[in-house]
Structures are given as structure tokens and as C-alpha cells.
């Protein structure tokens, strides 16, 4: 079985690339940066240096990538502005990346999963598509927007033994969370009834069960993954 994971990299994805290798699917990492290929060479995976937010791009490695069993959904970017300074191309890059390389992705391979009538696709959001946040409007709504994508999805290729979720993680470890201010750390941490930020291996656990034999029943769903941040 192959599995597909964008932004590999680094951080959430990175860690769902090594979860899924231990499981013993064969992996392949879609990313811009070049440490995909240090860590494609760790696990033994393929790496590709792909756009997810080129249509043209996703769609010509898809071709030469070939059929897979399992797309993970993962890569995304932030550009946090409160709107009133928000400038067109911050609204457009995080739309492109967060939403539209979703739909990229999915349109790629949703036919070879189709043709195998089997099929598992997992989508990384996040609690601020669910709560919002200020300074994150773009952000917010690309990550609400994978939400009704999923429930779409998961409603239209059910019946080809497809599943469709997406996660919402809250507040993990990574370089992105990285650039948070302390004081904003420190009030994040605050407001977790587990008192601490989850961690990327927690995030890969999930999407190791969402793809096994023991989620079949699961589809269309978005499951928190925040100690209970937003509840
Ligand atoms: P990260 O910034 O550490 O890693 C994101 C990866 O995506 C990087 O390797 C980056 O090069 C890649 N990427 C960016 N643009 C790309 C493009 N156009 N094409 C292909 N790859 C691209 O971020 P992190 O924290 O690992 O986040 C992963 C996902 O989880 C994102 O979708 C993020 O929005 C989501 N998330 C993260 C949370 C957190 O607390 N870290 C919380 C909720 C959601």
C-alpha cells in the first residue's frame, strides 16, 4: 500500500511520513523544501518537489507518481494579519496552499481510488477553521473550508469504499507554532485542560488508525486533536 503525504518535510507531516513507514505502508513526501529528500532517504521514501498549489503541477506528478491508496492532506501555511492589513496575495497564498492544494491533491488521486474501489483520505485542519481567530481570517476560513470539503468528499465516493476525515489539531509543537510569541504560547497552554501542546507524533497516531482497518466505519468526520481545547 502507498501512502501520499504533502509537506512532509518537516513538523505534523514529517511525523505522519515515519508513522506510516513503521506501519509498513511505502511512502511518498510531496514538499518545497529540499529537506524532504533528507528525510524521504531516512525512511527509505520517495521524495518529490512538488507545488500543491499548482493544478498543473499536482497533476503532472500525479501522473508519474501512478496510483495511490492513501493521501494525506497535510501541507498548509500561515500568513496571520488582522484583515484591515491583510494584503491580497496573503489572502491568496494561504487559500491556494490550504484549500485549493487539498482539492488539487484529491482530484489527482480520487480516480485511481476510485478504479480500486478502495481508498483513504485524511485532511489536516485545524481548530481555528472551527472557533476562528483574530489576525487568522484567511487561515481560518482555508481550514473551515477543508471541513465541507471532507463531509463532500466522504458523501461521494462512500460508496466506492472511500473514507474521507479530517483532523483538527490545536496547538502543536512545530516550526509553525515556533514563531509564537511566549506570552502567546503561555495563553494557549493556559486554556488547554491538559496543560501542554500536543506533539506531531500524536497527530501521526491519529491519522495511523484513521487509515486502519479499525476507522472503516469512520467517514465525513473532523476529530479535535487538542487536549481539549475546543469543546
Ligand atoms: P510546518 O510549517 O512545520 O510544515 C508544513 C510543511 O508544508 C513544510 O514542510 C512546508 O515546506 C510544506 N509546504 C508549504 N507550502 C507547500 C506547498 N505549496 N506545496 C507543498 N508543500 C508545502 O507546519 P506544521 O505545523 O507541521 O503544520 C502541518 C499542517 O498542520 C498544516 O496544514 C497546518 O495548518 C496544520 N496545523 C498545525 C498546527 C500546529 O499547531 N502546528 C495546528 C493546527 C493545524
Known amino acids: 500500500m502507498i501512502a501520499l503525504v504533502t509537506g512532509g518535510a518537516r513538523g505534523i507531516g514529517k511525523a505522519i511520513a515515519q508513522k506510516l513507514k513503521a506501519d509498513g505502508l511505502k511512502i511518498i513526501i510531496w514538499d518545497i523544501v529540499d529537506e524532504g529528500s533528507d528525510i524521504a532517504k531516512a525512511i527509505d521514501a520517495l521524495f518529490m518537489k512538488v507545488d500543491i498549489a499548482s493544478f498543473k503541477d499536482v497533476t503532472s506528478a500525479a501522473k508519474s507518481t501512478g496510483d495511490i491508496d492513501i493521501l494525506i492532506n497535510n501541507a498548509g501555511i500561515n500568513r496571520d494579519k488582522l484583515l484591515l492589513r491583510m494584503q491580497e496575495e496573503d489572502w491568496d497564498n494561504v487559500l491556494n496552499i490550504n484549500l485549493k492544494g487539498v482539492f488539487n491533491c484529491t482530484r489527482a488521486f480520487l480516480p485511481g481510488m476510485i478504479k480500486k474501489k478502495w481508498g483513504r483520505i485524511v485532511n489536516i485542519s485545524s481548530i481555528i477553521g472551527i472557533i476562528g481567530n483574530r489576525g487568522q481570517s484567511n487561515y481560518a476560513a482555508s481550514k473551515a473550508g477543508i471541513i465541507g470539503f471532507t463531509k463532500s468528499i ?3 465516493v462512500g460508496i466506492r469504499n ?4 479530517t483532523i483538527a489539531p490545536g496547538y502543536i509543537e512545530t516550526e509553525m507554532t515556533g514563531q509564537l510569541t511566549e506570552e502567546v504560547k503561555k495563553a494557549y497552554i493556559e486554556s488547554i485542560p ?5 506533539t506531531p507524533g500524536e497527530v501521526a ?3 495511523s488508525f484513521l487509515i486502519s482497518e479499525k476507522a472503516n466505519y469512520i467517514t465525513g468526520q473532523t476529530i479535535h486533536l487538542d487536549g ?3 469543546m
Open 228 to 230: 481539549g481545547m475546543v
Open 162 to 165: 472511500i473514507t474521507c476525515n
Open 194 to 198: 491538559l496543560k501542554r501542546p500536543g
Open 154 to 156: 466522504a458523501k461521494e
Open 205 to 207: 497516531d491519529l491519522v
